[in-house]
């Protein structure tokens, strides 16, 4: 029961975390003057800093296993955000850039539940 209550506070704190970063990232390219072609970079950036908090906020509460917690965390983390993009487009895009969302996530979940275990 411990693991899923775990679970569960790192979805939400990916979720927050994603929804905050987004908001900022959204506000700098409104009001200044950086290029758009940049927006990427910002959703890659928000992405990979939510990926690593989640995982370091689940495996500071599980202290085991950082590696293989914080993949399979970012892992559902990105795919809950696939869903939610397929069902607001009301289409299915599969293209490298979800690939490299998690290729991004999982690595930086990597670091963050190794961190999170050892802190």
């Known amino acids: 029961m411990k693991i899923v209550k775990s679970y569960l506070i790192a979805l ?3 979720i927050v975390s994603i929804f905050v970063f987004l908001v900022i ?8 003057n950086i290029d758009d072609r940049y927006i ?3 959703i ?4 990979a800093i939510s ?11 599980l202290k085991k296993r950082g590696i293989v ?3 399979i965390i970012n892992i559902i983390s990105v795919l809950i955000i696939f869903a939610i993009s397929c069902i607001l487009n009301q289409s299915v895009n599969l293209t490298n850039t979800l ?3 998690i290729a991004i996530c999982s690595l930086t979940g990597i670091v963050g ?3 999170g275990v050892n802190v």
């Open 12 to 14: 939400a704190s990916f």
């Open 25 to 32: 990232v959204s506000l700098v390219f409104a009001y200044t």
């Open 40 to 42: 990427d970079s910002g």
């Open 44 to 47: 890659f950036l928000s992405m």
């Open 51 to 61: 990926a690593f908090i989640s995982s370091f906020i689940l495996c500071k509460n």
């Open 69 to 71: 917690h914080g993949i």
């Open 99 to 101: 690939g490299i969302y």
């Open 113 to 115: 539940g190794i961190l």
